[in-house]
């Protein structure tokens, strides 16, 4: 049984690009949320997404969106990279039918210079 | 602004003791309550779910929750040196909606 996978593992951007990252779902589950961690800190939700719309979003701006597609994988995009997007991106998933456990995948650490 | 509090710690143990880690929060519309485990660099690995007021018992971990007192906490018996990581403690609102995380405890079990 698959668990939640996310590439790429690590990336390096420059202020101002933009960057894509993705998330493929534990089998059976089909709601992916993401989530920022920061250095120390515990992870920040971001966004979720559910039958390929965004269901519920945090207090992240709008730099910051995703899709989901018919087979429940998920992109999250940032754009106009700073220097404080430099983080841990963390992607969630569960099952609507099956309770509101989230199981993280390994994540995608992100370096802004 | 909903919120989850967790000492940062670090807490330190001798191994075989019990690790107590707690957690407070401040909406009392909380619905569901999990534990998570972090190892340096790793992502978060689910430790425990918890629901209703009471204890829940998984091998070496017991999950406690007071949702009078708006408390959840988690013990480690038995605490071995491969249990020192972050914990984290998070509350979800709403079914099947986001986590709201706490900052996160560090354990460290000495040999």
């Known amino acids: 049984d698959a668990g939640v996978t996310q590439s790429p593992t690590h990336l390096i951007k420059t202020r101002g690009q933009q960057v894509t990252l993705r998330c493929s779902p534990k089998?059976?589950?089909?709601?992916v949320s993401w989530y920022q961690q920061a250095l120390g800190q515990g992870p920040q939700f971001i966004f979720q997404y559910y039958e390929e719309e965004e269901r519920q979003r945090g207090n992240f701006p709008d730099r910051f969106s995703g899709h989901q597609f018919p087979n429940y994988s998920s992109e999250l995009n940032v754009n106009a990279l700073l220097l404080g997007d430099s983080a841990l991106y963390l992607c969630?998933?569960?099952?609507?039918?099956?309770?509101?456990?989230?199981?993280f995948g390994p994540g995608t650490r992100l370096t802004v210079l | 602004q909903k919120e989850v509090e967790q000492n940062s710690g670090p807490l330190s143990v001798p191994e075989g003791a019990i690790a107590s880690l707690n957690c407070t929060y401040s909406?009392?519309?909380?619905?569901?309550f999990f534990w998570y485990r972090q190892y340096s660099g790793k992502s978060p690995e689910l430790i425990m779910s918890?629901?209703?007021?009471g204890d829940k018992e998984d091998g070496r971990f017991t999950a406690q929750l007071n949702k009078a007192s708006q408390y959840v906490s988690l013990l480690i018996r038995d605490s071995q040196p491969s249990d020192s990581a972050t914990y984290l403690c998070a509350v979800n609102y709403n079914q099947g909606g986001k986590l709201i995380f706490g900052q996160g405890t560090e354990l460290s079990v000495k040999p």
């Open positions: 969630a998933s569960s099952s609507s039918g099956r309770g509101d456990t989230q199981y």
């Open positions: 089998s059976g589950h089909d709601t």
């Open positions: 909406d009392r519309v909380s619905q569901s």
């Open positions: 918890i629901y209703s007021n």
